[in-house]
């Protein structure tokens, strides 16, 4: 089992940033890539971002490329999703998730482990 906590949502206007975290405990983080998707009351969740195992690899969502980026430190247990330029259709809740194959995915049913997701509010 895979424990995932995030932390770091919160309202802020058009244009700012936000710092999302991700905190991991459990099995060996190391072993998991992560994955951030978002949701909207009455919406499908939707991909936003992801990494595999060793940080090597990122991909993203285009609605977000160039203002968002992810990253992790296996040594803290912890991924990250860092966003700027943010923009009122970016509010939403944001999940970080764990996948066992490492590669990451931008299937949500290709994650094994999910957080309880935290809210992101972004005014205009």
């Known amino acids: 089992q895979v424990q995932l906590v995030e932390s770091g949502g919160g309202l802020v206007q058009a244009g700012g940033s936000l710092r999302l975290s991700c905190a991991a405990s459990?099995?060996?983080?190391?072993?998991?890539?992560m994955g951030w998707f978002r949701q909207v009351p009455g919406k499908q969740r939707e991909f936003v971002a992801a990494?595999?195992?060793?940080?090597?690899?990122?991909y993203y969502a285009d609605s977000v490329k160039g203002r968002f980026t992810i990253s992790r430190d296996n040594a803290e247990n912890t991924a990250y999703l860092q966003m700027n330029n943010l923009k009122p259709e970016d509010t939403a809740v944001y999940y970080c998730?764990?996948?066992?194959?490492?590669?990451?995915?931008?299937?949500?049913?290709?994650?094994?482990?999910w957080g309880q997701g935290t809210q992101v509010t972004v005014s205009s």
């Open positions: 998730a764990a996948e066992s194959r490492g590669v990451g995915s931008t299937r949500s049913r290709e994650y094994d482990y």
């Open positions: 459990g099995r060996p983080f190391s072993n998991y890539a």
């Open positions: 990494i595999t195992w060793s940080g090597g690899y990122t």
